[in-house]
């Protein structure tokens, strides 16, 4: 099964918002949390960090969407949100979460399957 799932993608317009969830499986939501947060590609681009809410709670934004986005809800048994506001094209991109645990034997990430974010006119 899916340890993670993103839902909240969909067509914008430049100026909207959209709010992102991420939401663990009973699988993993007894797993030792440790950093937790959101990437995004887009096509023929790399794969970019977002956002991340560290162990002890810091965030960090890449720069293209400082002042815009906003990481909240660290947790696997609670969901984990991107609040996403003014949205541009260039913020058209597959948003994922993912989830660092550190389980039974060892450190283990897991990821969402993705749900895609279009900025149009």
């Known amino acids: 099964q899916v340890q993670l799932e993103e839902s909240g993608g969909g067509l914008v317009q430049p100026g909207g918002s959209l709010k992102l969830s991420c939401a663990a499986s009973r699988d993993i939501i007894f797993f030792r949390l440790n950093d937790m947060g959101w990437y995004r590609q887009a096509p023929g681009n790399e794969r970019e960090l977002v956002s991340r809410?560290?162990?002890?709670?810091?965030?960090i934004y890449a720069d293209s969407v400082k002042g815009r986005f906003t990481i909240s809800g660290r947790s696997l048994e609670n969901p984990m949100y991107l609040q996403m506001n003014n949205l541009r094209p260039e913020d058209t991109a597959v948003y994922f979460c993912y989830a660092t645990v550190q389980g039974p034997f060892d450190t283990r990430t897991f990821w969402g399957q993705g749900t895609p974010v279009t900025v149009f006119s």
């Open positions: 809410i560290s162990r002890n709670g810091s965030t």
